[in-house]
């Protein structure tokens, strides 16, 4: 028997983790692959605070980053969103303590 592909839905996107790949309406969009992983961690729990110390320990498990290097790879994945910081629909900040994944989410 098969294992079932774990995939996400949100919006026009479609994500699978299992395939490192983010669709939107069927196509794929380019997407850096820290950027993918932070976003497969906020999906994975929507609706929760995810701090920006496991995001930064999930993502770069071997390595010291700095908040400021999380920041530049949530503004890529907001971009390939087409988030609006201001008027958020996928990624809402939660100032001091990290990011919550807020559109709804299908498996």
Known sequence: MRAVEQCFRFG?????????????????????????DILTILVERPGEVVSKRELRARTWPDTFVGDGNLKVHVASLRRVLGEVVEAPRYI????????????????
Request: net charge positive; charged share 20%.
């Open 12 to 36: 026009p996107f479609i994500l699978r983790p299992g395939r490192q790949s983010l669709l939107k309406h069927d196509v794929p969009v380019k997407i850096g692959a820290r950027a993918l």
């Open 92 to 107: 809402a900040t939660v100032t001091g303590r990290g990011y919550r994944f807020i559109a709804d989410v299908q498996n």
